[in-house]
């Protein structure tokens, strides 16, 4: 299988861990590292890591290019990224360890017509190059939800397998371009619904509404509680051991679109598949940096998910 991960918007992720946030006040931040990133970025990280060749694409800001060239040539990655002017943002990433991870977004380079227009020209023959492309995280400035769905549908009518994992207005309107397979956690899938999910069976059916929109792969990220698989094979629910270990949660959805992808490559089924996906999830929180240091760790992981059929 030939594939590519697409990120629009990538940034250095600068990560850091401390006991709890204390707003208004001088927090000290133990620093973990400055990162190179993407969700798009940490996706290939993680399949490099696992032995598969793959193509990088999207933006990047040609004033700050050189620790990204870097990191692509260290994981054998195929760097088909559009630069333009301007410089790729800062992210801070806090890991706080009695809560979730805080992030601090900061605005990049913005997208001009003319390099949106020459970057879509140019994706209009992945389907000589690409049989799946994973397209992750958020949109750039000058990058409008609706010109992102349009450019999203010209892939799929490609015949190109979509995986679409972004949030917010990017997802909403990405939605309506039928990607092949999409992976909301659970607060995006409430949004995208508009009403709380209290139960299972609300989620199953918040998801279900979705599938009917003709996407053919929903799969929803609970963090502890697994992750969830709606296919028209049914309905999977994966429950990874419990991590006891958390260094930092940062990577751990990207690092589960490679563990499916990875498995769409190896042609496995979909218990398999998302048996794999959820350890290499769950392998992610115990390391600050994205990626994947021991692949034994993943596989005993694996032997511990649970697996269960729900419909």
């Given at each position: 299988m030939r594939i590519a991960t697409i990120t629009l918007n990538p940034a250095f992720d600068l990560v850091g861990r401390l006991k709890r946030i204390e707003i208004g006040e001088v927090n000290t931040v133990e620093t973990l590292g400055i990162y190179p990133a993407g969700k798009g970025i940490n996706v290939a990280k993680v399949l490099a890591d696992?032995?598969?060749?793959?193509?990088?694409?999207?933006?990047?800001?040609?004033e700050n290019e050189g620790d990204f060239v870097k990191v692509?040539?260290?994981?054998?990655?195929?760097?088909?990224?559009?630069?333009?002017?301007?410089?790729?943002r800062i992210n801070v990433k806090i890991t706080?360890?009695?809560?979730d991870v805080t992030d601090l977004n900061f605005l990049g380079f913005e997208v001009s017509e003319q390099d949106w227009e020459t970057f879509v020209e140019q994706s209009t023959t992945w389907k000589n190059q690409f049989d799946l492309v994973a397209v992750c995280g958020s949109l750039p400035r000058g990058v409008s939800p609706e010109k992102f769905a349009e450019w999203l549908e010209s892939l799929s009518q490609q015949g190109l397998k979509v995986v679409l994992d972004t949030s917010n207005a990017?997802?909403?309107?990405?939605?309506?371009?039928?990607?092949?397979?999409?992976?909301?956690?659970?607060?995006?899938?409430?949004?995208?619904?508009?009403?709380?999910?209290?139960s299972m069976e609300e989620i199953i059916e918040a998801a279900a509404q979705l599938r009917s929109q003709g996407i053919e792969n929903?799969?929803?990220s609970m963090g502890e509680k697994g992750s969830l698989w709606l296919n028209s094979e049914g309905v999977l629910q994966a429950q990874p051991p419990r991590c006891e270990n958390v260094v930092s949660t940062?990577?751990?959805?990207?690092?589960?679109?490679a563990g499916l992808i990875y498995g769409f490559s190896q042609g496995w089924g979909k218990a398999q598949t998302l048996k794999f996906a959820s350890a290499t999830s769950a392998n992610a929180v115990a390391q600050s940096n994205v990626g994947v240091e021991d692949r034994n760790a993943i596989d005993a992981l694996a032997e511990q998910v649970q697996i269960t059929v729900l419909n």
């Open positions: 696992l032995g598969t060749t793959l193509s990088v694409s999207g933006f990047l800001g040609a692509f040539k260290q994981n054998g990655l195929n760097d088909a990224f559009y630069r333009i002017q301007g410089k790729t706080e360890t009695e809560a990017a997802l909403t309107a990405g939605l309506t371009a039928h990607p092949w397979l999409v992976k909301p956690n659970r607060r995006e899938l409430e949004v995208l619904v508009g009403r709380p999910l209290n929903v799969i929803v940062v990577g751990a959805g990207d690092s589960m679109v």
